[in-house]
């Protein structure tokens, strides 16, 4: 099973641009969300999915949309990226009857 | 609303002696409780869970924690220390009616040192 795939692994984005990061698992997990990880701000949930066609707000929402049109697939969409954005992107799947997450490898972001 | 406080920005402790990373929450109604690790440059890995049943909660790599409802604490727990558990250490709590919302610590940087 290769669990939480994320891609990409690196991105360096100007001001105002536009981009998607991906998330897709492999374990029919019906839970899916979105972390951000800030230095001393340990992990802030952006948004998270419950099953397919089933999104709602975090902590942090503004700035970024998601959709789950599949059980598998999570993508996160920043509209017009910030440097306020910068930060590593956690995407993390767990099953409904426990919650324990399996998180992906991350996606080092920085909007310069 | 939901939150954990790890009141210990750093642990430092020796190989071999016992090790424990605090942890407190709050949360309406039974808590859902979890310990993940983060090895440096690594993505998040989950070490234990507790949901109900037995207070002492066994997981991966001899680590171990103790559920205390009264107190509302989640510490994690070995009883020897390795130079390879130093690793930074988050709690997370999420309430009963919070599916998929967990709420992480800020985090717990663990020291062993030979």
């Known amino acids: 099973n290769a669990g939480v795939t994320q891609t990409p692994k690196f991105q360096v984005l100007k001001t105002g641009q536009s981009m998607t990061l991906q998330c897709a698992q492999d374990?029919?997990?019906?839970?899916m969300s979105w972390y951000r990880q800030d230095p001393g701000m340990g992990l802030r949930l952006i948004h998270y999915?419950?099953?397919?066609?089933?999104?709602d707000q975090g902590e942090v929402p503004n700035g970024y949309n998601v959709s789950r049109s599949t059980t598998e697939d999570f993508p996160l969409r920043l509209l017009s990226a910030a440097p306020s954005q910068t930060s590593v992107y956690f995407c993390?799947?767990?099953?409904?009857?426990?919650?324990?997450?399996?998180f992906g490898s991350g996606t080092r972001l920085t909007v310069v | 609303a939901q939150s954990v406080a790890q009141p210990e920005d750093q642990v430092n402790v020796a190989e071999g002696n016992p090790l424990t990373v605090k942890c407190t929450y709050s949360?309406?109604?039974?808590?859902?409780l979890f310990w993940y690790v983060q090895y440096p440059n690594r993505g998040l890995q989950f070490l234990l869970k507790?949901?109900?049943?037995?207070?002492l909660v066994k997981g991966s790599y001899g680590f171990e924690a103790e559920f205390n409802k009264s107190q509302t604490s989640f510490h994690l727990k070995k009883p020897s220390a390795l130079v390879s558990d130093s690793a930074l250490y988050f709690c997370?709590?999420?309430?009963?009616?919070?599916?998929?919302?967990?709420?992480f610590g800020d985090g717990t940087t663990l020291t062993v040192k030979p």
């Open positions: 949360v309406s109604g039974n808590p859902y």
């Open positions: 374990m029919n997990h019906e839970y």
């Open positions: 993390a799947s767990s099953p409904a009857t426990t919650g324990d997450y399996t």
């Open positions: 999915s419950v099953g397919a066609g089933i999104t």
């Open positions: 997370a709590v999420r309430g009963p009616t919070n599916a998929g919302k967990s709420t």
């Open positions: 507790y949901i109900t049943g037995d207070n």
